[in-house]
């Protein structure tokens, strides 16, 4: 885990962020994550701070390794990723309209946090398997 630098502190705050399509619609495919993928990277160069070490997606949600400086709040960060990225995929993606009518958004109002502290490597391999078929459940090795 890097070590990141503001001008007056240097910390190392990395959450898991796990966002739920609205009515669990399942609308994530390649194109749409590939597309949302590209959305992450205009928010890093926007807000510098933050970092998203690793994204990955099953088809109603996405799970995602970020790295917020101590002077945001995970709640505020959420909200950035979410309104930029519900009314560009909208836009980009015209079936999703018909899909989410009568609402701007495309995202449940809710989320799932946890910080990450020693277990890095453990979450940064459940989110890279996420969305991956195996024999009926899923393997999750400690």
Known sequence: MPIYRLSHCLYQCEYH????TKYRKKIFDKGI?????TKLAE?????????FIEVNH???????????????????VVGI????TAKQIKKKFP??????????SIWSEGYFVTTVGKNEAMIKKYIIDQGKKDSGQTLFSV
């Open 17 to 20: 962020i796990v966002i739920v």
């Open 33 to 37: 994550f590939s597309y949302f993928d």
């Open 43 to 51: 928010i890093t160069s926007h807000y510098p701070p933050i970092q």
């Open 58 to 76: 099953d088809k109603d949600h996405i799970h995602m390794l970020v790295s917020i400086p101590p002077t945001m709040s995970v709640g505020k």
């Open 81 to 84: 990723i979410k309104q930029n």
């Open 95 to 104: 079936f999703i309209k018909d899909v989410y009518w009568g609402t701007d």
